[in-house]
């Protein structure tokens, strides 16, 4: 009797044990969607909201990952290639921001003018003494703690590059900012420091004004401290080259670098050279039959003998 009840109870214990098991089983949530499902649902979502958005994310969604790694890699190098092509694109718009409609006619700037200075042994030095020469021009002082010398270095390369490997005569040209503590002794050693070749010139505060403001040369007097001669000058850092008509046809600013300089000055001569080949070349044509018609009925002047 007590086995066979306690076989029952036992069976009993496992009939509530199952329908408990059956009861709680029956209250479980459904199972969730699968990743594409909710991947679908999102996307009709998103499409209802905004077609585009929905097209481009249930396509990423769909893609496997070899297409996603194309489309990155394809994607990157756009951006790349893009970056590139505006770089480019600044770097040519500022080269012809330098040289922008500032010529008039052939080689010549809108900067630039006649002047008659004197040289640190008292000869006179002006534009038409100069022609027929090449010309670098530079605005300085002596007592430039670096800028100046830098710059009168390369000039003095520049020189020296141009005669020696092109046959090139050129002349360089110092003018002093500083009247008052560059005397003609003063820049005579300072120039020669830098090359025999180099010309320091002088002249009055009006005509270091007017030179000044034709080539558009900034200068301004520092605050002197201690010492009233301890003061600096602010200016204008450009090299000018003057062809041999006297006309301004480039600069330098103080960011180009004599690597940079050389070919831009030996193109300057290039360009002349070639310009006055063609000017000589029509000056010799011979007149056309044509022409020696007209002068002979007077429809045209003939040249002045």
Not at 89 to 97: C, E, F, N
Not at 203 to 216: A, K, L, P, S, Y
Not at 257 to 282: T, W
Request: include cysteine; aromatic fraction near 10%; charged fraction near 25%.
């Amino acid at each position: 009797m007590l086995c066979f009840k306690s076989l029952r109870l036992s069976r009993c214990t496992r009939l509530r044990l199952s329908a408990a098991l059956n009861s709680t089983s029956s209250k479980r949530p459904a199972p969730s969607l699968s990743e594409k499902e909710r991947i679908a649902e999102r996307s009709r979502k998103l499409y209802e909201e905004s077609p585009t958005t929905a097209k481009v994310v249930s396509f990423w969604g769909a893609a496997s990952r070899f297409k996603k790694f194309v489309i990155v890699f394809v994607a990157g190098n756009i951006l790349v290639f893009y970056v590139r092509l505006s770089y480019v694109a600044y770097q040519t718009s500022q080269l012809r921001k330098e040289n922008k409609d500032q010529v008039r006619t052939y080689g010549e700037l809108s900067v630039g003018g006649p002047f008659e200075l004197v040289d640190t042994d008292g000869n006179i030095v002006s534009t038409e003494s100069l022609k027929g020469k090449w010309v670098l021009l530079y605005f300085g002082f002596t007592y430039c703690p670096d800028i100046c010398p830098e710059q009168m270095e390369m000039m003095a390369s520049v020189v020296d590059i141009a005669k020696e490997e092109h046959d090139i005569d050129v002349v360089p040209l110092m003018i002093t900012i500083d009247l008052e503590r560059d005397t003609p002794e003063v820049l005579a050693e300072y120039v020669a420091e830098y090359s025999p070749k180099i010309i320091g010139l002088r002249g009055t505060e009006q005509q270091i004004d007017n030179v000044c403001n034709h080539f558009r040369c900034y200068r301004s007097k520092g605050q002197a401290y201690d010492d009233p001669q301890d003061y600096i000058l602010d200016h204008t850092v450009t090299q000018y080259i003057i062809n041999p008509e006297g006309k301004t046809v480039g600069y330098f600013m103080s960011n180009r670098n004599l690597e940079e300089r050389v070919p831009i000055f030996l193109d300057h001569v290039q360009k002349y050279n070639e310009h006055k080949a063609a000017m000589s070349a029509k000056e010799n044509v011979q007149p056309s039959i044509l022409d020696s018609v007209k002068q002979l009925i007077g429809l045209s002047s003939s040249p002045a003998s």
